[in-house]
Structure formats: C-alpha cells, structure tokens
C-alpha cells in the first residue's frame, strides 16, 4: 500500500460552506504507530490529506507529528454508509420516558445514556435533528457503533402517523422507550398511548440524511 503525507489542517466549522461538499470516506493509518480511524472528504487539498486538529491528535498518539508537522499515513477508501443492523420489527411495544428531557436540556445527552461516550460530542445541529430514543430491539449490541446514532421510522400501528428519531440509549425490555416529547407523542394523536401507556408500532432503519455532522472530516485549507 503507497504511502502519504497527511497535514493538520485550518480547523473548519462543518457548518460552514464546506458542508455542502460531501465525499466519500477513507480508513487513514498512521504509519508510525498504527492508529487508524475514519474521516470524510469534504474538499480538495494540495497536499496528500489536511486533516482536522481532533483526527490529526487521534492518529498521533506519540506526539510525532505535532513536532514534524505531519504524518506519513496509509489510506483506504471505505464505505461511507454502511448498512443498517436489519430492516426493522412489526407490532412491537413502544413505551416512553420523561427522564431524556432534550428539549428542555439543550439537546445535552444524558450521562447515563448508552450512547453518549460515542455521540455526546456531536454538534447540536446534529444532536437534535430527531427526536431521541432507547432501543432494546431485535438487533441491538453491545457495542455502541452498531447502533447508536442510527436512526428509526416509527409508525404507530393504530393511527399510522409515524416519527423518525434516533438512537441514543438502550433500554430494558420490549422494542423501544422513545422520549415522550419529540418521539413518543408526535405519533400519539389519538391519545390511547398516553392512557396506556405504551403504543403498538412498526419500526424501520432509515437514512439519517446527515453526513455532513460526522466529527470526524477532513478539510481543505
């Protein structure tokens, strides 16, 4: 595999003009150390790579590049949207939590959460672009990456009003415990979930349409 050159690039707010260029993604390995992590192109460079400051200290865990200004990188493009962990579950129970809070909370995950080592860092544009949910369903993991952040179409089955949220906990019984305020009572329109208690839905793994938040990118100067 060749080997390039990999600079610190100008730190760039992915909410600026640079959002709208949307690449693929590359597996970026130190060569030194063997670090690797994943990134996103997000525009053109005159060098090899001009990652940002949060990648670049990933991959240099020795402190290596800091001093020389550069890395000597392996690169690898991968697939940018992998596939979801299954297509989704029919009739399943849905209940709900007052404890998520986001709205009230600045969209701050809650410690506790499942999710939030991986995705608590996340910009708020991202953080709150669905309402939130716990998933405990068919296909959930222990491991965080196969789930968190990934998002759902939740329709119930009574009303067929439907919801898309996404995933930031697990929960502990049943298919979902989706945040009362913006996933659980969007879909609710008749009432007969908050009397139960519960609802009856269908779920489905849909595209969160929202490349441009990933943390980790790679910009150009």
């Known amino acids: 595999m060749p080997m390039f050159t990999a600079h610190l690039g100008m ?3 992915p909410t600026n003009g640079v959002a709208n260029i949307i690449g693929p993604t590359s597996a970026v390995t130190n060569t030194a150390t063997g670090d690797e992590t ?27 590049g800091q001093v020389a200004g550069h890395l000597v990188v392996n690169y690898t493009f991968v697939d940018c949207d992998p596939k979801p962990p299954g297509p989704g579950e029919s009739n399943v129970t849905s209940y709900f939590s007052d404890d998520y809070n ?9 410690s506790r959460a499942f999710c939030t080592a991986l995705d608590g860092g996340k910009p708020l544009e991202w953080r709150k672009k669905y309402g939130w949910t716990g998933y405990c369903g068919k296909y959930s993991s222990s491991n965080p990456e196969d789930i968190c952040g990934k998002c759902l179409k939740v329709t ?7 919801e898309i949220v996404r995933i930031m906990d697990t929960c502990g019984s049943e298919a979902l415990v989706l945040d009362k305020k913006t996933g659980f009572d969007p879909i609710d329109t008749n009432g007969e979930g908050n009397a139960a208690g519960h609802l009856l839905v269908d779920y489905e793994f849909v595209d969160c ?10 910009f150009s100067q």
């Open 11 to 13: 730190a760039t707010n």
């Open 38 to 64: 994943i990134v996103r192109i997000v525009g053109t460079s005159a060098a090899s790579l001009n990652l940002d400051q949060p990648v670049f200290d990933q991959l240099d865990s020795d402190g290596q």
């Open 102 to 110: 986001p709205i009230e909370n600045d969209w701050a995950n809650p």
């Open 156 to 162: 119930n089955t009574a009303t067929k009003d439907s």
């Open 209 to 218: 349409e929202d490349q441009v938040y990933s943390p980790r990118l790679v």
